[in-house]
């Protein structure tokens, strides 16, 4: 029986070897739910540059925005467990989702084989700069006694929607939620008056900032940005529960094999020991934070059942 069983792994490992070798030959399309210029897409591009060398494999950014992430989530979904298709979700893709949609075309965790964490980003509120706000409290006021406001968000059912509706409902504001395709469409929008505050993630909106065409009035971080000193945290803005940080990382179809996947944690995860890589996410306003697949699986479940508390607290819903 152990000879046998010997015979039949080495057979098996024979018949595996030829698919990962042909896999190992052709182009990775890393599927990035939200158009260029957001966290999701900065953190898929510099990241994908730098893994395509260590796996000796083309990465190209496919962007695939729209649906609440589920058009991107998708096709991922969809894609043979080849190791060609991934994509970079994050915690309304892979994770609040599954509780704000009632039919969905697949479910979060089962749908997916969880590949490596990479890192999180902090949010933080953010005003046009010719605002007559200047502090969180008087972004509250505006919105009450009367007065009127509109905000952005990322898309609907984001943590960007989430955050700010929870915001908006503990000060009773009167507040419109105005959805756009993705951070960058609501940044400019901000930018331009369009909507009175958006609540970001902050490397979407850092640049603008630094350049004065936002003003930050608080972000959910433990203490204040080094590159950012003026701007409080949400603690120090009366507004704790502001404090949520969204998460990013990689995801395969599932059915993924195990080698598959470790193999691309290993050359993802070992971008951000890379001085450039670091130094570029955290201009971007990233916190590395890799986990490979075993625990970052563990996470996402964790992930799963917290949003949905959340969820169910704000009553964001979407259809799917």
Do not use: C
Not at 144 to 160: E, F, M, T, W
Not at 166 to 192: E, K, S
């Amino acid at each position: 029986m152990p000879t046998r069983r010997r015979t039949l792994l080495a057979a098996t490992a024979t018949l595996a070897l030829p698919g990962l070798a042909r896999a190992q030959d052709r182009t990775i399309r890393l599927v990035v739910p939200a158009p260029p210029g957001g966290p999701t897409d900065i953190l898929a591009r510099v990241t994908g540059e730098k893994a395509a060398a260590t796996l000796g494999q083309p990465v190209v950014v496919d962007n695939r925005a729209g649906g609440g992430a589920v058009i991107g989530s998708e096709a991922t979904h969809r894609a043979a467990p080849d190791g060609l298709t991934i994509m970079v979700g994050h915690n309304q893709s892979h994770a609040s989702n599954q509780a704000m949609m009632a039919r969905l075309p697949f479910h979060v965790v089962d749908g997916f084989t969880p590949i490596a964490k990479l890192g999180t980003v902090h949010h933080a509120t953010v005003v046009p700069a010719n605002s007559r706000a200047r502090t969180m409290a008087e972004l509250a006021a505006l919105g009450q006694n009367g007065g009127r406001l509109n905000y952005a968000s990322s898309q609907a059912g984001s943590a960007s929607h989430v955050i700010a509706e929870t915001f908006v409902r503990r000060n009773r504001m009167d507040a419109t939620h105005i959805p756009f395709n993705g951070a960058a469409p609501a940044a400019t929008a901000t930018v331009a008056g369009q909507v009175d505050f958006y609540v970001s993630t902050f490397p979407s909106v850092a640049g603008l900032i630094r350049e004065g065409r936002l003003r930050a009035l608080s972000v959910g971080a433990p203490r204040r940005l080094t590159d950012f000193p003026d701007i409080p945290t949400t603690e120090e803005a009366g507004v704790p529960y502001m404090a949520v940080d969204a998460w990013f990382g990689l995801f395969g179809p599932p059915g993924l094999p195990r080698p598959m996947a470790e193999r691309l944690a290993t050359a993802f995860i070992g971008t951000l020991s890379d001085a450039e890589v670091q130094r570029r996410l955290a201009a971007a306003g990233f916190t590395l934070a890799p986990m490979g697949p075993e625990p970052f699986a563990a996470f996402q479940r964790a992930e799963v059942a917290r949003w949905a508390e959340m969820v169910q607290l704000t009553g964001v819903r979407l259809d799917s």
